[in-house]
């Protein structure tokens, strides 16, 4: 829908619908929609309560009668407002599973179905990587699909491992800046090194050998160099034996790849059982990274500041804000107002912001995090407020499983 807009030169505007979305919340954003001629693109849709779905496909009714008898003014809720005909009303969704309602036959009735076939990985892949400036563009789009296929075949299957289009877009994206970075580098060794340092951390001992052969077989008698993270991996050590920990140098490793991690995506879970070292991996790069900034030897390494809490041990109305039943004001939640004012900083200072939800993730609360954590990079709160976030944030998870994690 975004591509769409963006062809046709349309404004759009992305809103992730939660449960919590109330009908007053809804009539704002269709009036604003109405009002300037936008397109609304209305994520989740079938999270909205049905009740005010219902309600809904009558107000969507009214714009669609105004736009059909061609009127410049309409009637809406009690109020005349424009009636721009450029106006767009999409909803996306998802059917059948935890927290999602099906749409009443009144509001399917107005929505002409589209449904989305399974991308072709490779046409995707040699379009990125020619955009990304790579030369054999076609050859290397079809042995990376054809390693993420042979990957998701014969590794072992677990509930964090993902070979789907997003994961494989966060690796051309960082394989076209180790491009740029080192000219000098053949193509397949910047694509490589971006699949390993993406895939790697994190795959179970037991498929790294698998992964390897993987690639040794789709590119025989190839010689990778390591990338270079020594002051990194001094400043870890340094700041371990500071802390009173012992230098294990798998933890070290670990800690190095929570910094390669975070370098390619915003959104970061870290997978493992209670005392796995979880949070002390992610202290101890923020205080690494808090040294190097200190002496002053790479402008990459900037002070972090974090923002912890548990997002399970509170209700959803307490975590992202809600509406008083009685008074209809609104009370903020506490996610929202540290990622409110994690965005307040990243614009006064280079600093970094962590915000990290040290809890178990589940579907019913993740699913309001579903547009920030994807390109939109943007909270959507039930009082259609949207706070857009920036690349100096990340977004930290700490949790045992993704068992029960949506998709």
């Not at 076939?117 to 050859?139: H, Q, R, Y």
Request: hydrophobic fraction near 45%.
């Amino acid at each position: 829908v975004k591509e769409l807009a963006k062809i046709s030169g349309k404004h759009c505007v992305v809103f992730n619908c939660s449960d919590g979305l109330s009908l007053s919340a809804m009539l704002t954003l269709f009036k604003v929609v109405a009002a300037t001629g936008a397109w609304g693109c209305f994520d989740e849709f079938n999270r909205i309560p049905v009740e005010v779905l219902s309600v809904v496909s009558a107000q969507i009714k009214t714009i669609q009668t105004a736009l059909a008898d061609g009127l410049k003014r309409f009637t809406f809720e009690g109020r005349e407002i424009n009636c721009v005909p450029t106006i767009g009303i999409f909803i996306t969704m998802n059917p059948g599973y935890a927290g999602r309602t099906e749409l009443p036959d009144n509001l399917k009735a107005l929505f002409r179905p589209v449904v989305m076939v399974v991308p072709n990985l490779a046409m995707i892949c040699e379009n990125m990587l020619m955009s990304e400036g790579f030369g054999k563009a076609k050859l290397l789009a079809k042995k990376m699909t054809v390693l993420y296929k042979l990957a998701k075949e014969q590794l072992s299957k677990q509930y964090h491992y993902d070979f789907g289009l997003r994961a494989l877009k966060s690796v051309l994206v960082m394989a076209g800046g180790q491009k740029r970075a080192n000219p000098e580098l053949h193509e397949n060794i910047s694509l490589i090194r971006a699949m390993q340092e993406a895939n790697v951390p994190r795959f179970l001992a037991q498929d790294l050998p698998l992964f390897d052969g993987i690639i040794s077989d789709l590119y025989p008698n190839l010689e990778i160099p390591a990338v270079d993270y020594g002051t990194l991996q001094s400043a870890v050590e340094a700041v371990l034996v500071e802390s009173g920990l012992q230098v294990v140098p798998r933890f070290v490793t670990k800690v190095i790849e929570l910094y390669q991690t975070f370098n390619v995506r915003f959104g970061v879970m870290a997978v493992g059982p209670t005392g796995g070292g979880k949070s002390c991996c992610y202290r101890a790069l923020q205080s690494a990274m808090g040294k190097l900034h200190k002496e002053g030897t790479d402008k990459a390494y900037q002070p972090v500041n974090t923002y912890v809490f548990n997002p399970k041990c509170i209700t959803m109305g307490e975590l992202y804000g809600e509406f008083n039943a009685l008074t209809q004001e609104w009370t903020d939640g506490i996610a929202s107002s540290m990622i409110r004012q994690a965005v307040s900083l990243t614009s006064q200072n280079d600093d970094f912001q962590w915000v990290v939800f040290d809890g178990p993730v589940d579907a019913l609360w993740i699913e309001n995090m579903n547009t920030v954590l994807d390109d939109n990079m943007t909270l959507c709160l039930a009082n259609s407020e949207r706070i857009k976030l920036n690349t100096k944030m990340q977004m930290l998870f700490e949790v045992q499983d993704l068992a029960v994690a949506s998709p």
